[in-house]
């Protein structure tokens, strides 16, 4: 018989809002381990099935001790409320042999837990929680606990590498832990040019400032005076739409530009066949909110549209301008739509462009490349000792 797996426990707050596929692929693909979910809310079953899911459970303290910890020990709030042993409890019931936090927000939550946990700790860093939450006073207050406890931190992007750095992180504990697709179901399609000029463009996207859905409103105008069977789809939602809206109307596109809402992966991965040009011309968002590498972005390139963005934070690190994708500078929808018209009128590029951008896909970011490299990370974190450094 061979030796029993080690059991990876990923917190995650929520599991799972209906944009996280990239978390529940990377929770259910594990091979060499066994994995167990912790959260504080369960949501979507239906859409991300999964077994081994655990809603904490608040532990029982008598209250002499709560008062023994809150007002002699001065624990914090989460260990004198009985959070802390609960989730110790819960996580020794379950055979945790390394607990994996899920966003730095999280991590800052939990940091009180990881003064009493013996066992390696690793934390992931994915975008708004690296630029904007952990930066928050109170977050602040504990991520030099995180930085001493996690055994390795993980990041999406060597952009954040920096950024992790500047908050005082050791680098040797930080590792890249890229974005996977799943090319099984973003399938590489080949695309006939439009003879009648009809081109279909696309953004898919929460509809944030920083995701840069102006810019490409403003350059699609441009692109439907060079083209004007062309038209523009934008998939998503946020609080950005009113705006949004009013641009369209204001530059006379509301029959050129729709808004179908938030779909589905499969609405998505359909639209993503039907389309010849993906935008995304992101720019940092207030207080820092930053992108890292867009899902949407990664998943466009692997079935073979051309696409457009900036140099923001890790973009370039995905997508190799005039090589794979295109770049061109924030907030600048002329230089945007000038672009797009070129490669429009040169067919050998466009087909270039489209083969790159599926190409960098399966030798970057394929599903089965990732999770090798995650578990790996694992592996790493279980078989050394604590990593040295304090910050």
Not at 91 to 110: M, N, Q, S
Not at 356 to 361: E, F, N, P
Request: proline letters at 7%; glycine letters at 8%; aromatic letters at 10%.
């Amino acid at each position: 018989m061979g030796m029993p797996q080690r059991t990876v426990t990923s917190f995650i707050g929520t599991f799972l809002k209906p944009e996280m596929w990239h978390v529940y692929n990377q929770v259910t693909g594990l091979r060499r381990f066994r994995s167990v979910v912790l959260t504080r809310e369960h949501q979507n079953m239906d859409l991300f099935p999964f077994e081994d899911v655990h809603p904490v459970r608040r532990f029982r303290m008598p209250l002499w001790k709560r008062g023994w910890l809150k007002y002699v020990k001065r624990e914090p709030k989460l260990v004198y409320r009985g959070l802390v042993p609960g989730l110790i409890e819960q996580l020794e019931e379950l055979g945790t042999d390394l607990l994996h936090v899920y966003f730095g927000h999280e991590a800052t939550r939990l940091a009180p837990l990881f003064d009493h946990w013996d066992r390696p700790i690793v934390v992931s860093f994915h975008g708004a929680d690296l630029g904007v939450y952990v930066r928050r006073p109170n977050d602040i207050e504990w991520l030099p606990t995180v930085f001493r406890h996690a055994r390795l931190l993980l990041v999406r992007c060597e952009y954040f590498v920096g950024q992790l750095v500047e908050l005082g992180c050791p680098p040797e504990k930080i590792r890249l832990n890229r974005t996977h697709i799943r090319l099984d179901f973003f399938r590489e399609a080949r695309r006939p040019m439009p003879d009648d000029g009809a081109w279909r463009l696309l953004q898919a996207c929460r509809l944030l400032p920083k995701k840069g859905v102006l810019t490409s409103i403003r350059a699609f105008a441009r692109f439907a005076s060079a083209f004007p069977g062309a038209t523009l789809t934008i998939a998503g939602d946020g609080p950005q739409l009113p705006e949004l809206e009013r641009e369209v109307a204001a530059l006379g596109l509301g029959d050129k530009v729709s808004f179908p809402g938030f779909l589905d992966r499969d609405a998505l991965s359909a639209l993503y066949q039907r389309s010849h040009f993906f935008l995304h011309p992101s720019s940092s968002g207030r207080h820092n909110d930053i992108e890292g590498i867009p899902n949407s972005l990664l998943e466009a390139m692997a079935t073979g549209l051309v696409c457009a963005s900036t140099a923001h934070a890790g973009i370039p690190e995905a997508m190799r301008d005039g090589i794979d994708g295109l770049l061109v500078p924030s907030e600048d929808s002329d230089r945007l739509a000038a672009t797009l018209i070129e490669v429009a009128r040169d067919p050998a590029r466009y087909r270039a462009l489209s083969a790159g951008a599926a190409a960098r896909i399966r030798d970057e970011f394929s599903y089965e490349r990732q999770i090798g490299a995650l578990e790996s990370i694992y592996e790493e974190a279980l078989g050394s000792p604590e990593v040295p450094g304090q910050p």
